[in-house]
């Protein structure tokens, strides 16, 4: 179970996590916190699973990389095989199945643009399946607002 | 972006070390002074390099069971205003406009919107729905079963 100090850290810690000699101090300050604290619970919550990741968020786009959403249908007879093929790509950031036609959503990440089209290619070669692609043509601001 | 970057990029998108001077620590594996380590950085957040630094909670261990990425064919006209209209709401974690694949994808604005159950998920959808008014054609939900791979993005050094 999460504490109320738990909860601090996750909406409070989403960004703007300093970067200078001792993070965690300056950190656990800002908390009301001990900063061997901060770096312990921090710890716990990866290992338990409620963060995914602590630390920088890069974006591909401004490292001269993309990122493209990807959609295909996949039978179900083959779902199993398929999502292995798809998987083993490295530019495969992560993937979810959704209940539609469309069942398969997954994310290419990559630092060359020139690789979306390059993987995208491979899958629909190696799966015989077509690969929908939904690039970004816009994203709105949203910010940082998960509440624990 | 020099090969320096891209050796701290590599080192650190897996995480920060959870150690008191993480990143004293990468510097050591990387065979970089701090203060380099700490300097670049701070650079590549003021270029955008970096989005952010903090934690990144998982969704589902939050109690936010339900995912469902809400799915809009938007008028192209309207779409832009509409669109950050939709990404305001505090409910939205991200929100794109994208192009469609027709005929088997009529949809142009998706928005994904987190719950504990459907009923959630579906209530904030209606509110979505009632700000876009005639301007949307279509919509659906697509929520996800199932986390097949979750790695985030790789680069090599």
């Keep these: 179970m999460l504490d109320t100090t738990d909860r601090k850290i996750i909406n409070g810690l989403q960004g703007g996590f300093p970067v200078c000699d001792r993070p965690f101090a300056e950190a656990a300050e800002s908390l009301g916190l001990e900063e061997c604290d901060l770096v312990a619970r921090i710890s716990r919550l990866r290992e338990t699973g409620v963060l995914s990741r602590f630390g920088p968020m890069y974006n591909a786009d401004a490292m001269g990389g993309a990122f493209c959403l990807c959609a295909m249908a996949v039978p179900l007879g083959r779902f199993d095989d398929v999502v292995e093929q798809v998987n083993a790509h490295e530019e495969v950031a992560h993937n979810y199945e959704r209940v539609h036609a469309l069942n398969v959503w997954f994310v290419l990440g990559t630092d060359d643009p020139d690789r979306i089209d390059a993987v995208i290619g491979e899958i629909e070669a190696e799966t015989g399946l077509e690969v929908h692609a939904f690039p970004k043509e816009h994203e709105f601001f949203i910010g940082l607002k998960v509440d624990a | ?157």
């Design chain 2, 1 to 157: 972006m020099d090969e320096i970057d891209r050796k701290i990029v590599a080192a650190t998108q897996a995480g920060l070390p959870l150690v008191t001077q993480p990143y004293h620590k990468i510097a050591e594996e990387l065979g970089l002074e701090p203060d380099e380590v700490i300097r670049r950085i701070k650079g590549m957040d003021d270029t955008g390099v970096i989005r952010r630094i903090g934690v990144v909670p998982n969704h589902y261990k939050l109690g936010l069971n339900a995912n469902g990425m809400s799915v809009w064919d938007l008028d192209d006209a309207r779409a832009q205003v509409l669109g950050a209209k939709v990404g305001a709401l505090d409910f939205v974690s991200h929100c794109y406009l994208r192009p469609r694949s027709l005929p088997v994808w009529p949809y142009n604005l998706f928005a994904m919107v987190h719950g504990e159950n459907r009923d959630e998920v579906e209530e904030k959808a209606r509110i979505i729905a009632d700000l876009l008014g005639p301007a949307c054609r279509t919509q659906d939900i697509l929520y996800s079963t199932r986390i097949l791979k979750k790695t985030g993005l790789r680069i090599a050094a």
